[in-house]
């Protein structure tokens, strides 16, 4: 089970409950960049991640509706992870932490 601040009058503490697992920004980030992603597509982009660990974190982001999974292929099945409305939505939070990073951390 994810960490929780457990601190529910408080959106920040509530927010960082939802997207502060680590991989969780980055992963929004990817698909923020690119669009829908594959599993592998976030394996070949986040080489740190194990594979237990990443899909986890999708799968929290699914339950959360963050994510969803589609089906681009029948046979094989083959899934594609798209962003929600909701998810999307948090597109401003990573651009101000990409230029915040720009310009204090070079």
């Not at 959360?64 to 681009?72: C, E, K, N, T």
Request: glycine letters at 8%.
């Amino acid at each position: 089970m994810a960490k929780s601040y457990q601190i529910d009058d408080c959106p920040v503490a509530k927010t960082l409950d939802l997207i502060g697992e680590r991989w969780t920004i980055l992963l929004l980030r990817e698909l923020l960049l690119h669009g829908p992603r594959r599993f592998q597509d976030f394996q070949a982009a986040l080489p740190g991640v194990a594979p237990n660990i990443l899909s986890a974190r999708l799968k929290t982001m699914e339950d959360d509706g963050l994510v969803r999974r589609s089906l681009y292929s029948e046979r094989p099945p083959r899934l594609e992870y798209v962003l929600t409305d909701k998810g999307k939505s948090l597109g401003p939070i990573v651009k101000a932490m990409r230029d915040w990073g720009n310009k204090h951390l070079g």
